[in-house]
T-cell receptor, first 118, second 111 residues
């Protein structure tokens, strides 16, 4: 199956700093990528939809100025957590859909990035 | 997208078949049933999906009832590595929208 990678796999940072997380589709092109967040013992929650060459679409309650998304190519989307605070500590996961997929085809998930803000 | 209902947790003996049910009584004709699983501290893993016919791949089988209001994911010979949270998700359109994850079923495979 298709492979999605994320970097870094984990990061620890001080409060107030910014952290960039990369999501790459390794063997396919992805017009659309999705960013999720998962807190302990909870399910995945969609944060935003990232579209190549256009602005991201954010879910209600997600601050677009705090979580900056850039989808500059068909294989790379980045999520930058600006001025991170301890409450931003979470497991961030991206997914991507193969551009060539027809109706009913699947999305592929990255391994996730664990962020700890001190 | 149709809402799904799954049991909170299930146990299964190693080597036996694990049958995970999912109700999706409000599913519409163009909506697919997807199954993903999430092993602890990892990203979700795609398992299988179907529209109305039963499907089988190297990981599992998906049985969808004739009225499409429910389905069952079958892991034919569960191993300890199959211990995970299993999510049943219904999604229409061409997949441009994101998947909506519910609480899923926590499957514990016992030795």
């Amino acid at each position: 199956g298709a492979v999605v990678s994320q970097h870094p796999s984990w990061v620890i940072c001080k409060s107030g700093t910014s952290v960039k997380i990369e999501c790459r589709s390794l063997d396919f092109q992805a017009t659309t990528m999705f960013w999720y967040r998962q807190f302990p013992k909870q399910s995945l929650m969609l944060m935003a939809t990232s579209n190549e060459g256009s602005k991201a679409t954010y879910e209600q309650g997600v601050e677009k100025d705090k979580f900056l998304i850039n989808h500059a190519s068909l294989t790379l989307s980045t999520l930058t957590v600006t001025s991170a605070h301890p409450e931003d500590s979470s497991f961030y996961i991206c997914s991507a859909r193969d551009t060539r997929d027809r109706v009913g085809e699947t999305q592929y998930f990255g391994p996730g990035t664990r962020l700890l803000v001190l | 997208d149709a809402k799904t209902t799954q049991p909170t947790s299930m146990d299964c003996a190693e080597g036996r078949a694990a049958n995970l049910p999912c109700n999706h009584s409000t599913i519409s004709g163009n909506e697919y049933v997807y199954w993903y699983r999430q092993i602890h501290s990892q990203g979700p893993q795609y398992i299988i999906h179907g529209l109305k016919n039963n499907e089988t791949n190297e990981m599992a089988s998906l049985i969808i009832t004739e009225d499409r209001k429910s389905s069952t994911l079958i892991l034919p010979h569960a191993t300890l590595r199959d211990t995970a949270v299993y999510y049943c998700i219904v999604l229409g359109d061409t997949g441009r929208r994101a998947l909506t994850f519910g609480s899923g079923t926590r499957l514990q495979v016992q030795p």
